[in-house]
């Protein structure tokens, strides 16, 4: 079993930045891809960035050039830095990942962006 703890959530200015961290526990074998869903109020949950563990990258057209996903293997931690965020961004985002072909989730964080 493996457990995902998300945090670095809060509320920020439009334009201000803000770094969300999401550590794995558990049996981490098998890494196989982690990344961040956003859900807004009223609306579906979307993918905002994503990175295999070859380090590929994959982002969102609406967070491309303001969000950069990376991770820190040694900490068991991945990272989800975003810049320039904008009202729109506002959503609970939660982290996922992907060992031993399994997928498992953490419990979300609030992010709010005032304007």
């Known amino acids: 079993q493996v457990q995902l703890v998300e945090s670095g959530g809060g509320l920020v200015q439009a334009g201000g930045s803000l770094r969300l961290s999401c550590v794995a526990s558990?049996?981490?074998?098998?890494?196989?891809?982690m990344g961040w869903y956003r859900q807004a109020p009223g609306k579906q949950r979307e993918l905002v960035a994503a990175?295999?563990?070859?380090?590929?990258?994959n982002y969102a057209d609406s967070v491309k050039g303001r969000f950069t996903i990376s991770g820190d293997n040694a900490k068991n931690t991945g990272y989800l830095q975003m810049n320039s965020l904008k009202p729109e961004d506002t959503a609970v985002y939660y982290c996922?990942?992907?060992?031993?072909?399994?997928?498992?989730w953490g419990q979300g964080t609030q992010v709010t962006v005032s304007s």
């Open positions: 990175i295999t563990s070859g380090g590929s990258t």
């Open positions: 558990g049996r981490l074998f098998s890494f196989n891809a």
């Open positions: 996922y990942a992907h060992f031993s072909n399994r997928e498992y």
